[in-house]
């Protein structure tokens, strides 16, 4: 019985989205960037969409929306426009029809100029 439970939990705990928004590497202002993550294809959404939020400033600080993005692609190449700042960023993964659904956020990343 006990056993059976714990089963049925962790069963439960699967059904969530599983994507993982990996931190970029080095992105600077104006210029592109490679944005991955990896994820669980049974039971993630087929795409979601991409943002990039102020650090300092959630969860009201959009900085860019990057669009809708196929979960299945585990990567795409964005341009942080010249409108960013310096400074610390997270990406987020959210439901695009229902943007308050978040999906995944990143760890913290410094964006630079
Ligand atoms: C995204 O939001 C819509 C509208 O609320 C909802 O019908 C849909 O099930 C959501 N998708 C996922 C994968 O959560
Ligand atoms: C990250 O995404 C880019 C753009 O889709 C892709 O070219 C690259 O191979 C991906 N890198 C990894 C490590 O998956």
New binding site residues.
């Given amino acids: 019985m006990f056993l059976k439970s714990l089963t049925a939990l962790a069963l439960a705990s699967f059904s969530a ?1 599983r994507i993982i928004l990996q931190v970029p590497t080095n992105p600077v202002v104006g210029a592109e960037t490679d944005i991955n993550w990896s994820s669980d294809s049974a039971s ?3 795409s ?1 969409t991409l943002f990039l939020l102020d650090a300092n400033n959630l969860p009201f600080g959009l900085s860019a929306n990057f669009g809708e993005v196929e979960t299945s692609t585990g990567g795409t190449t964005v341009t942080i426009p010249s409108t960013v700042h310096e400074g610390q960023y997270v990406l987020r993964a959210v ?4 943007v308050d ?1 978040v ?1 995944a956020t990143s760890p913290q990343f410094d964006i630079t100029t």
Avoid: K, L, Y
């Fill in positions: 989205a993630d959404p087929q979601f439901n695009s029809t229902s659904f999906f």
